[in-house]
């Protein structure tokens, strides 16, 4: 009689409100192993130069949003779609034409691992609004949430955000019960960093755990 040990890939999608300390989980995750898929690195290169997206973002929204090398300016992307009459309908416009690229290069970052028993962890910091439309099944959601006064002060702080501006992201963002109603698995991103990397550390011994599978008897 032999031992054979059923493994499988684990696909967890990673999200949080915007400065609840998602990157900061993300980086433990992927320091204890986990092949993380950075969605924001994804979406910047979609629209640096050369990338498949600035074509269609400058047609859309004007070759004053671009960058003068042949990519597009993030900053007044960013001014266009988060602030204005039509904020909303800018943001769904450049969602319909970035997400779908994003998608392609997610798919083709974790095809080295769909056959191992690795961890894989897409970093999707609005999964709740994407959810429907992402072309992914998650084995599991993980929340990464922090009060919304945390947020600001963050956003303040460390990323010289005016108080308008950090208030204006954050209600841009769908709100923290929806993105609850979503969640398999919580960390606190308000909690002192060495709690937090408890949290993280014994969640993703649980879903190794899951990914190496279990045994059976030939």
Not at 26 to 40: K, T
Not at 78 to 99: E, Q, S
Not at 121 to 149: C, M, W, Y
Request: hydrophobic share 40%; proline share 4%; net charge negative.
């Amino acid at each position: 009689m032999s031992i054979a040990w059923e493994v499988w890939m684990i696909r967890v999608g990673l999200t949080g409100g915007i400065a609840a300390g998602k990157s900061t989980v993300a980086a433990r995750l992927a320091r204890n192993g986990a092949r993380v898929i950075d969605y924001d690195r994804l979406s910047h290169e979609v629209i640096a130069p050369g990338g498949p997206g600035v074509g269609p973002v400058l047609e859309r929204f004007g070759a004053d949003c671009g960058d003068g090398h042949g990519g597009v300016d993030r900053s007044a992307l960013a001014a266009r779609v988060f602030g204005g009459a039509t904020a909303d309908r800018d943001r769904k416009d450049l969602d319909d034409l970035i997400h779908p690229l994003v998608y392609d290069l997610a798919a083709k970052a974790e095809r080295p691992w769909l056959e191992g028993s690795d961890v894989v962890v897409h970093d999707v910091p609005l999964l709740a609004e994407v959810r429907s439309a992402i072309p992914f099944h998650f084995d599991k959601v993980l929340l990464v949430e922090a009060p919304s006064q945390v947020r600001i002060a963050r956003m303040v702080n460390q990323r010289h955000m005016t108080l308008s501006q950090a208030v204006e992201r954050i209600g841009s963002q769908t709100n923290s019960s929806a993105r609850r109603a979503q969640a398999d698995l919580l960390v606190d991103g308000s909690q002192p960093i060495e709690q937090m990397f408890e949290s993280v550390d014994r969640i993703y011994g649980e879903l190794k755990s899951l990914a190496q599978g279990s045994s059976h008897s030939n």
